[in-house]
């Protein structure tokens, strides 16, 4: 089984581009993706992970996904095996991606600390009555539909 799913951050806007003859969309990007542990040193080591996607996830990359954009991808890993003009073989490992989902706003991305605003705030949910147990009543199994 080949499955992988990435959260990163988008190093650039996607690059569209049309397979000639079929037309098919095909949208390349890299995600940049911080490793879960410090270094010695306390800095953080980040991954650049080159995506490919096709289809209708390449359209919505190309018209809505920006720069500095948080997203998860669900794919799979594909090593591509080539020869230069020299004879060298060589291989590259890219995730070829199947969907594309869009993990925060275009305003949050806009207002990272990281990326120019120093003040961005955490969605708040207000409850807007309190509702108390009492308020419930049981349910009958028969009146359950499975």
Same mark, same amino acid.
């Given at each position: 089984?080949?499955?992988? &799913?990435?959260?990163?951050? #988008?190093?650039? *806007?996607?690059?569209? /581009?049309?397979?000639? =003859? %079929?037309? @098919?969309? &095909?949208?390349?990007?890299? #995600?940049?993706? *911080?490793?879960?542990? /410090?270094?010695?040193? =306390? %800095?953080? @080591? ?19 996904? @920006? ?80």
């Amino acid at each position: 089984m080949n499955n992988v &799913v990435l959260v990163g951050r #988008l190093t650039k *806007d996607p690059e569209l /581009k049309y397979i000639p =003859g %079929s037309g @098919t969309p &095909v949208a390349t990007f890299t #995600l940049a993706i *911080d490793r879960d542990y /410090k270094n010695r040193d =306390g %800095s953080t @080591t980040t991954d650049f992970i080159p995506v490919e996607i096709m289809g209708k996830p390449a359209e919505f990359c190309a018209n809505y996904i @920006t720069k500095g954009r948080l997203v998860g991808v669900q794919g799979s890993i594909r090593v591509d095996r080539y020869e230069t003009p020299n004879g060298e073989k060589r291989s590259f490992t890219k995730v070829a991606g199947r969907n594309i989902q869009a993990l925060e706003s275009k305003n949050a991305a806009a207002s990272m600390p990281n990326m120019g605003d120093s003040e961005s705030e955490a969605p708040k949910f207000e409850p807007s009555a309190v509702v108390s147990p009492s308020e419930f009543s049981a349910v009958d199994d028969d009146d359950v539909p499975f």
